[in-house]
């Protein structure tokens, strides 16, 4: 069984930067896509990031485009999300996702597996 552990959330400033982790286990990962969703209190969980197999494409939500950088590591099976210029509209659970059968997929339901999630939490 595959299993997704994110590190590396935190209390940041407006403006500030943070560099989130996921380490995968229990899976070859490199044969999956790999997300990064959040969820801001009281709100639905929605897509942030995704990158391919490989780390040669990956697209972003309108909303990070710019200041968010998603990276993969399949030699030590990890993702990094590092995140800049920090809003406090950015403050939210974040979770790490992967998948194999929509490359590209915003949808939660094309994921198979995910983490517990990391908590950001951008003061203003």
């Known amino acids: 069984q595959g299993q997704l552990v994110e590190s590396g959330g935190g209390l940041v400033q407006a403006g500030g930067s943070l560099r989130l982790s996921c380490a995968a286990s229990?899976?070859?990962?490199?044969?999956?896509?790999m997300g990064w969703f959040r969820q801001p209190p009281g709100k639905e969980r929605e897509f942030v990031t995704v990158i391919s197999w490989i780390g040669s494409a990956a697209y972003y939500a309108d909303s990070v485009r710019g200041r968010f950088t998603i990276s993969r590591d399949n030699a030590k099976n990890t993702v990094y999300l590092q995140m800049n210029s920090l809003k406090p509209e950015g403050t939210a659970v974040y979770y790490c996702a992967a998948g194999r059968t929509k490359w590209g997929s915003t949808s939660l339901s094309e994921y198979d597996y995910w983490g517990q999630g990391t908590q950001v939490t951008v003061s203003s």
């Open positions: 229990g899976r070859t990962f490199s044969n999956y896509y």
